[in-house]
């Protein structure tokens, strides 16, 4: 399964972006799909992941009730509606998948996407 960011851009703070991702193969519904981002300098950082059905999410604190993660199987597509962004919320942003468990740790995820450059402006 290759994944394909995009969606990434610039934006002012307060703004909203949504990224998509889609994946090739026949087995995306099978496979937790996230979200991950580094900002210049720093470490990849988990964002959000949703479960198989969607039915579960799972977030890290500095986005709760801003992003949203969701997905579409028919699509084969997982999408990050992103608003209310903020200037810490500049960063390259991967998809990843093939995860089988809802987790934050990038280790449990087997796909990568290429990454799409989200910066917010102050």
């Known amino acids: 399964v290759q994944l394909q960011a995009s969606g990434g851009g610039l934006v002012q703070a307060g703004g909203s972006l949504r990224l998509s991702c889609a994946a090739s193969g026949r087995t995306f519904s099978l496979y937790v799909m996230g979200w991950f981002r580094q900002a210049p300098g720093k470490e990849r950082e988990f964002v959000a992941a949703i479960s198989r059905t969607g039915g579960s999410t799972y977030y890290t604190d500095s986005v709760k009730g801003r992003f949203t993660i969701s997905r579409d199987n028919a699509k084969n597509t997982v999408y990050l509606q992103m608003n209310s962004l903020k200037p810490e919320d500049t960063a390259v942003y991967y998809c990843?998948?093939?995860?089988?468990?809802?987790?934050?740790?990038?280790?449990?995820?087997?796909?990568w996407g290429q990454g799409t450059l989200v910066t917010v402006s102050s």
């Open positions: 990843a998948g093939d995860a089988m468990i809802l987790t934050s740790n990038p280790a449990a995820y087997n796909r």
